[in-house]
């Protein structure tokens, strides 16, 4: 069994490189509860990726990743495995719906796009790395800048007469007049006392950096950068702004760390990063699954799995950052496959998945688990929104059970949606105590199991109403 615990602290990004499985599935615990095999075999998947890095060359490029196909229904986790074991990891994720895509020749995103997404992922972490690399130097820079503002450097007095002592002493008074009062403004500014002050600064600015077009199969993310294709033509002017001096900081900040940051760098960085780690997750597989002999809207389905194959298979994608290789990208796919079986994909996009693994259905003790464990849960969420305005609201455990067993009985009437089943309980459930907490006049709320039967019961008898507020 399973459930997402919301509000943890993230891992810090690049333990992967130095977990093993059993450390892996360890601190997937930390968030995800049961679902031992999804675990296990994503834990598995992530350290044969640490391994290959461990073998020879010729070696590592014959060893592909081991894709996985998650099967369970909505809620139980699915997505959660998949965004948690990228973090833990440090890599490149994006997560994909197939039903969003169309086979060539259809209106529609086509399956390549997914391989862009995950290179501008790649391309925004790396920069994010970078800034913490040149932050400290770009801060010194900032400074500069703002104290230049606040205070302009002078210009030495032309001397009337050369060699004069009475200029020379003149100008060093002043010399070293400015220098106090520089200093003083940088003891000012370092102790945060010029926040508020209006400055003038000049900033780059970048007119027409580039121009996205959005057109047929194939093309809906072409950039033409128009810099490069007619260089001088475009050259960005700095432009002067008035603003505070916190404003001004952070402005003057992107700018100088974008200044030492190597753009074609970065570019390499990330398509290396992307080709060797990266994860993308394809979610609603089993939407797409069926062969030929569809009609309407379905009759793209089949050309979607034939185009996802290559993909998965290995192969090469423009990108605006460079060609990408795909073989040694991690796919990891998910479906309910209520309605159709993963033995309806095409036989090539079966083989390209070679584990499997099915997750459980959430149970109403996991509910209650949900609600009761986790750090930041929905109850404690509650809690701390209402406490900023000073409402006490308590959960009882039987209280807490209740909430289970209603959002457990509309899962069981209706559609199964998991354990986002329990917003919606609590949503309705603390509706009127969100919209008056300001205004009541008794502060101490206590939701036990006698208030969520008054408020819910009438709802999760009539299975026709729960349909629609449930």
């Keep these: 069994m399973v459930f997402y615990m919301p509000g943890q602290v993230e891992p810090q990004a690049g333990l992967g490189g130095d977990l093993t499985p059993r450390q892996i599935v360890s601190e997937l615990d930390r968030f995800i509860v049961g679902q031992t095999r999804a675990k296990r075999a994503v834990a598995i998947a992530l350290r044969n990726r640490i391994r290959r890095r461990r073998l020879p060359p010729e070696m590592a490029e014959e060893v592909m990743p081991k894709n996985i196909l998650m099967i369970g229904p909505t809620g139980v986790g699915k997505t959660e495995i998949a965004r948690r074991l990228a973090r833990l990891a440090g890599s490149p994720f994006v997560k994909v719906e197939a039903s969003k895509f169309t086979e060539v020749g259809y209106v529609g995103r086509d399956v390549e796009s997914m391989v862009r997404d995950l290179v501008e992922v790649g391309i925004e972490m790396v920069r994010q790395e970078r800034r913490e690399e040149v932050r400290e130097a770009a801060r010194a820079a900032v400074e500069r800048r703002l104290l230049d503002a606040l205070l302009p450097p002078r210009s030495p007095r032309p001397r009337t007469v050369a060699g004069d002592p009475t200029s020379e002493a003149r100008e060093r008074d002043e010399q070293a007049s400015w220098e106090r009062s ?92 992307v080709e060797e780690s990266g994860i993308v997750f394809i979610d609603e597989m089993d939407k797409v699954a069926g062969r030929e002999g569809g009609h309407g809207p379905d009759v793209s389905r089949e050309g979607v799995q034939r185009d996802l194959l290559p993909i998965v298979e290995g192969t090469l994608v423009h990108t605006k950052h460079g060609m990408v290789r795909t073989d040694h990208i991690l796919f990891l796919a998910a479906g309910a496959f209520h309605v159709s079986k993963p033995s309806d994909l095409i ?70 949606i998991g354990a986002r089943r329990l917003t919606t309980i609590l949503e309705r459930l603390l509706d009127e105590v969100s919209f008056a907490g300001s205004e009541m006049p008794d502060r101490r709320v206590v939701v036990d199991g006698a208030y969520v039967h008054g408020r819910l019961d009438d709802l999760t008898r009539d299975a026709d109403l729960s349909r629609y507020i449930l």
């Design 182 to 273: 520089r200093e003083s403004l940088r003891a000012r500014l370092a102790a945060g006392e010029l926040e508020g002050r209006t400055i003038e600064i000049e900033t780059s600015s970048n007119p027409m950096a580039g121009m996205r077009i959005f057109g047929a199969q194939g093309m809906e993310e072409l950039d033409m950068n128009l810099k490069d294709m007619l260089p001088g033509l475009f050259q960005g002017k700095p432009r002067r702004r008035r603003l505070s001096v916190a404003e001004a900081r952070e402005a003057l900040q992107r700018e100088e760390e974008d200044k030492r940051i190597d753009p074609d760098r970065l570019a390499r960085e990330s398509v290396r990063r």
């Design 347 to 416: 036989p090539e996009l079966q083989g390209r998945f070679p584990i499997r693994v099915e997750l459980d259905a959430l149970g109403r003790d996991d509910l209650v688990r949900i609600l009761s464990e986790p750090e930041n849960s929905l109850v404690r969420q509650y809690q701390a929104l209402l406490g900023t305005e000073g409402v006490e609201l308590v959960f009882t455990d039987d209280g807490v059970a209740a909430i289970a067993d209603a959002a457990s009985t509309v899962n069981e009437r209706t559609e199964n």
